[in-house]
């Protein structure tokens, strides 16, 4: 019935019926106005110096830029501080719901996303130590597991080089888009260093266990354009339009329901970490998030607080 009536309405007497278009999902027609983004001016962002943060409060989103382009963005233990500090940020920010991770590249120096850990400052115990630390420590670790319980949706960008534990942290994150002249690989064999954590196991999932194990083996880089064949990365991009894609992306996410996409995420998650704390336990704790905010829930807390037997019939909508 409905056939016949779009096909009268939409296309008149004699013309060919309406065909199915992926284009009906209206990504196409999303503005790609690049972000405009206000410095944040808390007290903790302005004391940053290994990355930026800005906001953008039209867009609701976050950005959070490596700044260390001399080193191709290398991380030390600061600069591994400062993200979590900024994704903390962005986790509390209620008007934040997307949250970016990308680089600041400036002509002078190759473009990077970011070349892994600071090997100027890899320590012999056993970590990192830039003398910011109480002792040596893995703290990308850290990062990676408060990345992937984030409940908003992390985007990286991508500009060059995504390497050893920059190309960890691009896997990490919920979406990668890329400009076209990005590479992307693990060196650790060859650095005398390995991951076998989610480095591996993240890895594995996006491009299955032959091709993960040739980036490992190897220590072999893809481009842009094997990337994406692979599964590694979402979209590639000529440089002049990434600023636009990523508006573009970002603004499709934001139409959608952010409790969804939560939620969604949280069962990806566990999908992939199985139960205990980083699987089911996040899914089922976003649940009773949104059930404390239902009648039947507040009915046995207020039952409690009112000395009284709880009626839960009278609020159930099951
Ligand atoms: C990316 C490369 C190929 C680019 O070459 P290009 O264009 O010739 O530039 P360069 O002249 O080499 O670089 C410019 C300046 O940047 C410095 N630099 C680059 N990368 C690093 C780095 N990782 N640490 C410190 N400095 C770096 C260069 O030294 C140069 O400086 P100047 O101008 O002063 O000479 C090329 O740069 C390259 O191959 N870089 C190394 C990339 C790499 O191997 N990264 C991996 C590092 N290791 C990890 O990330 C280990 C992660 C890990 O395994 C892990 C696992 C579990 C838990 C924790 C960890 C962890 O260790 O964190």
């Given at each position: 019935?409905?056939?016949?009536?779009?096909?009268?309405?939409?296309?008149?007497?004699?013309?060919?019926?309406?065909?199915?278009?992926?284009?009906?999902?209206?990504?196409?027609?999303?503005?790609?106005?690049p972000i405009e983004w206000?410095?944040?001016?808390?007290?903790?962002?302005?004391?940053?110096?290994?990355?930026?943060?800005?906001?953008s409060?039209q867009d609701?989103c976050?950005r959070?830029?490596?700044?260390?382009?001399?080193?191709?963005?290398?991380?030390?233990?600061?600069?591994?501080?400062?993200?979590?500090?900024?994704?903390?940020?962005?986790?509390?920010?209620?008007?934040?719901?997307?949250?970016?991770?990308?680089?600041?590249?400036?002509?002078?120096?190759?473009?990077?996303?970011?070349?892994?850990?600071?090997?100027?400052?890899?320590?012999?115990?056993?970590?990192?130590?830039?003398?910011?630390?109480?002792?040596?420590?893995?703290?990308?670790?850290?990062?990676?597991?408060?990345?992937?319980?984030?409940?908003?949706?992390?985007?990286?960008?991508?500009?060059?080089?995504?390497?050893?534990?920059?190309?960890?942290?691009?896997?990490?994150?919920?979406?990668?888009?890329?400009?076209?002249?990005?590479?992307?690989?693990?060196?650790?064999?060859?650095?005398?260093?390995?991951?076998?954590?989610?480095?591996?196991?993240?890895?594995?999932?996006?491009?299955?266990?032959?091709?993960?194990?040739?980036?490992?083996?190897?220590?072999?880089?893809?481009?842009?354009?094997?990337?994406?064949?692979?599964?590694?990365?979402?979209?590639?991009?000529?440089?002049?339009?990434?600023d636009?894609?990523t508006a573009?992306?970002v603004?499709?996410?934001?139409?959608?329901?952010?409790?969804?996409?939560?939620?969604?995420?949280?069962?990806?998650?566990?999908?992939?970490?199985?139960?205990?704390?980083?699987?089911?336990?996040?899914?089922?704790?976003?649940?009773?998030?949104?059930?404390?905010?239902?009648?039947?829930?507040?009915?046995?807390?207020?039952?409690?607080?009112?000395?009284?037997?709880?009626?839960?019939?009278?609020?159930?909508?099951?």
């Amino acid at each position: 019935m409905s056939a016949g009536r779009s096909s009268n309405r939409k296309t008149g007497e004699g013309a060919p019926p309406p065909q199915p278009s992926k284009h009906r999902d209206g990504f196409e027609l999303i503005s790609r106005i690049p972000i405009e983004w206000t410095k944040y001016q808390s007290k903790e962002s302005q004391s940053f110096v290994d990355i930026t943060y800005d906001i953008s409060i039209q867009d609701r989103c976050s950005r959070i830029a490596f700044n260390r382009p001399n080193v191709l963005h290398a991380f030390r233990p600061q600069t591994i501080r400062e993200i979590q500090q900024a994704l903390q940020l962005s986790i509390d920010n209620t008007d934040v719901s997307v949250i970016i991770l990308t680089s600041n590249n400036i002509p002078k120096y190759t473009p990077a996303f970011c070349a892994g850990g600071d090997q100027t400052v890899r320590n012999n115990n056993g970590g990192y130590q830039d003398g910011t630390e109480v002792y040596p420590k893995l703290r990308v670790l850290e990062l990676q597991v408060e990345m992937r319980r984030c409940p908003k949706p992390i985007m990286c960008v991508v500009d060059g080089y995504a390497i050893g534990g920059g190309h960890i942290l691009h896997m990490m994150c919920d979406l990668t888009i890329a400009s076209n002249r990005s590479i992307f690989g693990q060196t650790g064999p060859r650095m005398g260093s390995f991951d076998a954590g989610y480095g591996s196991t993240r890895m594995t999932r996006l491009i299955g266990q032959k091709r993960s194990r040739e980036l490992w083996f190897l220590c072999r880089y893809m481009d842009s354009k094997e990337a994406y064949d692979t599964g590694l990365i979402n979209a590639s991009y000529p440089l002049p339009d990434l600023d636009g894609r990523t508006a573009q992306w970002v603004r499709r996410i934001n139409m959608n329901s952010s409790t969804a996409i939560t939620c969604v995420k949280m069962a990806l998650n566990a999908d992939e970490d199985g139960g205990g704390a980083f699987g089911i336990q996040q899914l089922g704790g976003q649940l009773t998030k949104m059930f404390y905010q239902t009648k039947e829930s507040q009915e046995g807390r207020d039952a409690f607080l009112q000395k009284r037997p709880p009626n839960f019939i009278l609020h159930s909508k099951l």
